[in-house]
C-alpha cells in the first residue's frame, strides 16, 4: 500500500501492553516505529523480547528532555498511572506538537485532553494531538452500560474479572501466578480509577468490584442495571444491536461471552442479556482482550483517526471460529 509513513515512538514499552503495540505498529503500512523507550531493556533489540517482530530496533532510555528532538510525528506513552506528566511537560518546553496517545489514566479526567474511545465519541469531536486512552474495565464497561443509559433507575453495579496481565510487569500479589493459583483475588472494591473513569463518562454512578483470576489475558465484566420502565429482551437485544451495527470492533452476541474465547482478539463482545421476572432489572456480561481493545489496539485505532487513515488500518478483524 502506497500512503505516507508518520513517525512513532513509544515510551515505556517494556511491559505486556508495549509489546503488542509494537507488533501491531510493525505490521501499519502508515506508521514506522522509530523508538521504543524503556529503562530496563536499554541497549538490548526488541526482537529478542517481542515475539513476531524482526526488527533490528533497540530498546533506548534517552532523557525526558530528548524525546522531543527524536523527530516522531506521534509518541505513544505506555507508563504506569502518574508518569506520563513529565514526558508532556518535556514536549512542551521544546514548543514540539506530535500527536501523543497516554494509555495511563493520568489524562482521562482532563478536558483538554480527548477521551479516546472512537465507538461511543466518534461523533462528539475530531481526536485532536493529545488524546487519554481509556481504561480497560472502563472500556468493557461502557460498551455494556451506554445503550440503556437513558433507562436507569439508579446505579449500576459491575463486578469484573481479568487476567493478571493487567496488574502489569512490576512483581506484586495481583500478577503472582502462585498466589493466584486456584484463586480469585479481590481488590480496590470501592473508589477503583475505572469507576470513577466510567461514572464521569457516562454521568451516572457506576459502582465496580474488580478481581483478578489465575488465566494471562482477557477480562470480563458482568453489569447489574434498574430500569426505569419494564423491557423485554428483544427490546433489549435490538437497542444493543443498533448501537453497535457499524462497529466492528464491538460484537453483540445472544448468549454471555466467555472470557477464554476473547483472548488474542482484537474486538470486544456484550451479550447474555437477562432480565428479571418484571422486567426492570437488566444483566449484561461484556469482555474484551484487555492487553489489545483494551489498550494496544484501542490506541491504535487513536491514532488512525489522528493521521487521517482508515480506523481500523492495521488491526485484525477476523472473526472467531
Not at 17 to 23: C, F
Not at 295 to 309: I, K, M
Request: hydrophobic share 45%; with cysteine.
Amino acid at each position: 500500500m502506497n500512503m505516507k509513513r508518520h513517525i512513532v515512538g513509544i515510551v515505556g514499552a517494556r511491559g505486556y501492553v508495549g509489546a503488542e503495540l509494537i507488533r501491531l505498529l510493525a505490521g501499519h503500512p502508515g506508521f514506522e516505529l522509530a523508538y521504543v523507550c524503556s529503562r530496563e531493556l536499554a541497549g538490548q533489540r526488541v526482537a529478542d523480547h517481542v515475539a513476531d517482530y524482526a526488527g533490528e530496533l533497540r530498546y533506548g532510555a534517552p532523557p525526558h528532555d530528548e524525546l522531543p528532538t527524536l523527530g516522531a510525528d506521534a509518541a505513544v506513552l505506555a507508563l504506569p498511572n502518574g508518569k506520563a506528566a513529565a514526558c508532556v511537560a518535556a514536549f512542551d518546553r521544546a514548543s514540539v506538537d506530535p500527536v501523543i496517545i497516554d494509555l495511563s489514566a493520568d489524562h482521562r479526567f482532563d478536558e483538554r485532553w480527548h477521551y479516546g474511545l472512537p465507538e461511543l465519541v466518534r461523533e462528539d469531536a475530531a481526536p485532536g494531538r493529545r488524546i487519554a486512552n481509556p481504561g480497560c474495565y472502563a472500556t468493557a464497561m461502557q460498551f455494556a452500560i451506554a445503550p440503556m443509559r437513558d433507562a436507569l433507575a439508579g446505579p449500576v453495579q459491575c463486578f469484573g474479572v481479568s487476567g493478571y496481565s493487567g496488574a502489569g510487569t512490576a512483581p506484586s500479589d495481583k500478577n503472582d501466578p502462585g498466589r493466584l493459583r486456584d484463586n480469585l483475588m479481590p481488590y480496590a472494591l470501592t473508589g477503583h480509577v475505572h469507576e470513577r473513569e466510567v461514572s464521569q463518562r457516562l454521568a451516572l454512578a457506576v459502582e465496580f468490584m474488580p478481581h483478578v483470576a489465575p488465566h494471562f489475558r482477557g477480562l470480563t465484566i458482568t453489569a447489574n442495571m434498574h430500569l426505569a420502565r419494564a423491557f423485554d429482551r428483544d427490546e433489549v437485544a435490538a437497542r444493543y444491536r443498533a448501537s453497535y451495527a457499524a462497529e466492528p470492533l464491538v460484537r453483540v452476541l445472544d448468549e454471555a461471552p466467555w472470557v477464554s474465547r476473547i483472548a488474542g482478539r482484537h474486538h470486544a463482545e456484550v451479550g447474555g442479556f437477562t432480565l428479571s421476572a418484571d422486567g426492570r432489572r437488566l444483566v449484561v456480561v461484556a469482555t474484551l482482550d484487555n492487553l489489545l481493545k483494551g489498550a494496544a489496539t484501542q490506541a491504535l485505532q487513536n491514532l488512525n483517526r489522528a493521521f487521517g487513515f482508515d480506523e481500523l488500518l492495521g488491526i485484525p478483524t477476523e472473526r472467531a471460529a
